[in-house]
């Protein structure tokens, strides 16, 4: 079935520097691609999108890329601040049908300072 | 109201009893899901309402769930004769048409005893 595979599950870096987080989707049909922050006891907050006819977005320290050939998609932050600790899921879903997301299993960030 | 609410956000359940989750979406949003995310996992879909009408019910993991959003506004999510197994964080998500950005409420942990 559908899959979203997630990488690393666990990422530590110093603040400052720059953290990538990747994820490969299994359903070619896939054309749109979230990422969410949650942090603690907090329900998952949409950072930034990609949809499929784009291969890159940026929004300021946060940049998605894609790779609609290889099925890979990654979501890199620079400048890392200690506030940009939590966990990280990517997504991928359709435009047509009913638009479930398919989630990664998700990536925990720490940003030592 | 400005974000998706959910009640209750903590809720213990003896095993066997039946429980109801409440979403209230943020006005205007025709799209509503439901998703079941277990510890450190990401979001897995339940179901999914374009108004009133359920359209997507493929998630739901067995016939104990049940889910309704009579008014095209409200949705609240049953699960009858709770199982440990249901133990999760019930997240409940809205949006205009399409797949576009949900927004997640800060969702229900239920721990079934």
């Known amino acids: 079935g559908e899959n979203v595979e997630q990488h690393p599950s666990t990422l530590s870096v110093q603040e400052g520097d720059s953290a990538v987080i990747k994820c490969t989707y299994s359903d070619s049909a896939s054309n749109y691609f979230p990422w969410y922050k949650q942090e603690l006891g907090k329900g998952p907050q949409l950072i930034i999108d990609?949809?499929?006819?784009?291969g890159e977005k940026k929004d300021q320290r946060i940049a998605v890329t894609l790779n609609k050939t290889a099925k890979h998609f990654s979501l890199h932050i620079t400048e890392t601040q200690p506030e940009d600790s939590a966990v990280y899921f990517c997504?991928?879903?359709?435009?047509?049908?009913?638009?479930?997301?398919?989630f990664g299993t998700g990536t925990r960030l720490k940003v030592l300072a | 109201g400005a974000g998706v609410s959910q009640s209750p956000r903590y809720k213990v359940a003896k095993r066997g009893q039946d429980v109801a989750l409440r979403c209230d979406p943020i006005?205007?949003?025709?799209?509503l899901f439901w998703y079941q995310q277990a510890l450190g996992q990401g979001p897995e879909f339940l179901t999914y309402?374009?108004?009133?009408?359920?359209?997507?019910k493929s998630g739901l993991p067995s016939d104990r769930f049940f889910a309704e959003r009579p008014e095209g506004s409200v949705s609240t999510l049953k699960i009858q004769r709770t199982q440990q197994e249901d133990s999760a964080v019930y997240l409940c998500?809205?949006?205009?048409?399409?797949?576009?950005?949900?927004?997640f409420g800060s969702g229900t942990r239920l721990t079934v005893v």
């Open positions: 309402f374009q108004n009133e009408a359920q359209l997507d």
């Open positions: 998500a809205s949006s205009p048409p399409g797949p576009y950005g949900y927004t």
């Open positions: 006005s205007g949003h025709v799209s």
């Open positions: 990609i949809r499929s006819n784009v």
């Open positions: 997504a991928a879903t359709t435009t047509s049908g009913t638009y479930k997301y398919i």
